[in-house]
C-alpha cells in the first residue's frame, strides 16, 4: 500500500509538511487516501489548548468551541470524524453519504487546478453507504458537532425518498443533517433546488425529522450558480418551513475565474480560492433574504482574512477543504488565529458580533478580497 512508503515521512515530518509537499506532487485521490490513512492511524496533529472564548458560538441550538469546520467531501465515510474534532475543528461533517454504497464516476475524477489554488472534482457521490457510514459513527465520542451530510443515490428512481431514508437512519446519531441538493455531479439533483421540488423535499424530510427520538437540526446546502429568481424562490420556500438553516454554497460549474488554466476544462465542480467571491456574494444574498435564519459559509476560503470575510458577509459558522489541499492543515490554526484577531481589533467580545456587519457591501459585490 502507499501508506507503507509514506509512513516514515509522516512520523518525521508531521501531517502538515506532507499536506503541502509531498502530498501534492501524488495524484489528487491518491493523496486524499494517504491523509485519511494518517489521520486514521493517529498521525494528526492535536489541539493543544482550549479555543479562546471569543470563539464560541451557538448555531442552531448547538454549542460550538469555534465556528470553522470541516466540510463534507473530506470525510465521505465516517472514518476520522475524531482526529478531525481533536485537530481542533468546531465542526466536523462527514458524507455525502447515500442510501446504498456507489464507487461514483470513473477515474480520474479529482484535479487540482494549483495556479488558481482550485480543485475540480466530478467524484459523483461516491461512498460505502449508510450501514458501513452507521456502524463506524454508533457510540463514538466525537469532541465537535458530528453532521452528517446526506444525498441520493444516482440511480435512484426517487431522490425524495433516498433523503428521507438519510434522516431516519442518522437523526438519533447526529448532532445536525445536511441534506445536500446542490452537487452538479449527480445529474438532475439540483433540480430539487426548484420551487415545487423543494417544497416535496423538504415537507419529507422535516416530517421524517420529527418522528426522530430528537429533534436533530437540518439543514439544506445549496449551489453557488443561482440566479436571483432561483434565491428568492428557495429563500420563499423555506422560511415557509421549520428548517435550521443554509450552508452556501458547494461547488460551481462556471469556469470564469480559472479560464485557460491547467485542468480548467475538466467537467465537474470547482472549488477552493477561485470560488470565493461568487460563494461569499450568494451567501450574502441569502442573508438578506433569509434575516435571521442560521447560514454556514463554505467556498474558497484560503486565508485569515478570507474567513473573517465570510463572517463579515453573513456566515455564523464556516467550513473549509480545499484551503487545506494547498495550505497544509495548519491553516486550521491560522484561520482562527486570525478571527481572534478580528473580534479584538473591532473591539468586540465574541466572533458573533462580526456576522453580517458587511452583507450589504459583499452581496453588491463591492468588496474584492485578494
Given at each position: 500500500m502507499i501508506f507503507s512508503a509514506l509512513?516514515?515521512?509522516?512520523?518525521?515530518?508531521?501531517?502538515?509538511?506532507?499536506?503541502?509537499?509531498?502530498?501534492?506532487r501524488m495524484d489528487p485521490e491518491t493523496a486524499h487516501g494517504a491523509t485519511i490513512t494518517?489521520?486514521?492511524?493517529?498521525?494528526?496533529?492535536?489541539?493543544?489548548?482550549?479555543?479562546?472564548?471569543?470563539?464560541?458560538?451557538?448555531?442552531?441550538?448547538?454549542?460550538?468551541?469555534?465556528?470553522?469546520?470541516?466540510?463534507?467531501?473530506?470525510?465521505k465515510n465516517a472514518e476520522v470524524p475524531r482526529?478531525?474534532?481533536?485537530?481542533?475543528?468546531?465542526?466536523?461533517?462527514?458524507?455525502?453519504?447515500?442510501?446504498?454504497?456507489?464507487?461514483?464516476?470513473?477515474?480520474?475524477?479529482?484535479?487540482?487546478?494549483?495556479?488558481?489554488?482550485?480543485?475540480?472534482?466530478?467524484?459523483?457521490?461516491?461512498n460505502q453507504g449508510h450501514d458501513a457510514a452507521f456502524a463506524r459513527l454508533k457510540g463514538l465520542r466525537v469532541p465537535a458537532a458530528l453532521g452528517v451530510n446526506i444525498g441520493a443515490n444516482k440511480d435512484s428512481a426517487d431522490f425524495?425518498?433516498?433523503?428521507?431514508?438519510?434522516?431516519?437512519?442518522?437523526?438519533?446519531?447526529?448532532d445536525y443533517l445536511t441534506v445536500n441538493i446542490s452537487s452538479p455531479n449527480t445529474p438532475g439533483l439540483r433540480n430539487l433546488q426548484t420551487d415545487e421540488a423543494l417544497r416535496r423535499l423538504l415537507g419529507e424530510v422535516l416530517a421524517a425529522r420529527a418522528?426522530?427520538?430528537?429533534?436533530?437540526?437540518?439543514?439544506?446546502?445549496?449551489?453557488?450558480?443561482?440566479?436571483?429568481?432561483?434565491?428568492?424562490?428557495?429563500?420563499?420556500?423555506?422560511?415557509?418551513?421549520?428548517?435550521?438553516?443554509?450552508?452556501?454554497?458547494?461547488t460551481t460549474i462556471s469556469r470564469d475565474p480559472v479560464l485557460g488554466l491547467e485542468n480548467a476544462d475538466e467537467t465537474g465542480g470547482l472549488s477552493g480560492k477561485p470560488l470565493f467571491a461568487l460563494s461569499t456574494r450568494r451567501l450574502a444574498q441569502m442573508r438578506q433574504r433569509v434575516a435571521t435564519l442560521p447560514l454556514v459559509g463554505v467556498?474558497?476560503?484560503?486565508?485569515?482574512?478570507?474567513?473573517?470575510?465570510?463572517?463579515?458577509?453573513?456566515?455564523?459558522?464556516?467550513?473549509?477543504?480545499?484551503?487545506?489541499?494547498?495550505?497544509?492543515?495548519?491553516?486550521?490554526?491560522?484561520?482562527?488565529?486570525?478571527?481572534?484577531?478580528?473580534?479584538?481589533?473591532?473591539?468586540?467580545?465574541?466572533i458573533a458580533e462580526l456576522v453580517g456587519t458587511k452583507t450589504d457591501d459583499w452581496a453588491k459585490g463591492k468588496i474584492e478580497l485578494q
Open positions: 509512513s516514515p515521512l509522516l512520523r518525521n515530518a508531521g501531517l502538515a509538511n506532507l499536506t503541502k509537499d509531498a502530498l501534492l494518517a489521520l486514521r492511524l493517529g498521525l494528526a496533529p492535536q489541539q493543544e489548548h482550549a479555543d479562546p472564548p471569543e470563539l464560541a458560538i451557538n448555531l442552531c441550538g448547538l454549542e460550538l468551541k469555534n465556528p470553522v469546520g470541516m466540510a463534507a467531501g473530506f470525510d482526529p478531525l474534532a481533536l485537530m481542533g475543528f468546531g465542526m466536523v461533517e462527514i458524507g455525502t453519504v447515500t442510501p446504498r454504497p456507489q464507487s461514483g464516476n470513473p477515474k480520474p475524477r479529482l484535479f487540482r487546478v494549483g495556479e488558481a489554488e482550485g480543485v475540480i472534482n466530478r467524484m459523483g457521490f461516491n425524495v425518498a433516498d433523503y428521507v431514508l438519510g434522516v431516519r437512519r442518522f437523526a438519533d446519531l447526529a418522528k426522530a427520538k430528537t429533534r436533530v437540526p437540518v439543514l439544506l446546502k445549496i449551489a453557488p450558480d443561482l440566479d436571483e429568481a432561483g434565491m428568492d424562490a428557495i429563500a420563499r420556500v423555506i422560511l415557509d418551513t421549520d428548517l435550521d438553516g443554509l450552508i452556501v454554497s458547494n467556498g474558497g476560503i484560503h486565508s485569515p482574512q478570507s474567513a473573517l470575510a465570510k463572517i463579515e458577509a453573513g456566515a455564523n459558522a464556516i467550513q473549509l477543504y480545499s484551503a487545506l489541499v494547498f495550505g497544509g492543515l495548519d491553516m486550521l490554526d491560522r484561520i482562527k488565529r486570525g478571527l481572534v484577531a478580528g473580534v479584538r481589533s473591532a473591539g468586540k467580545h465574541n
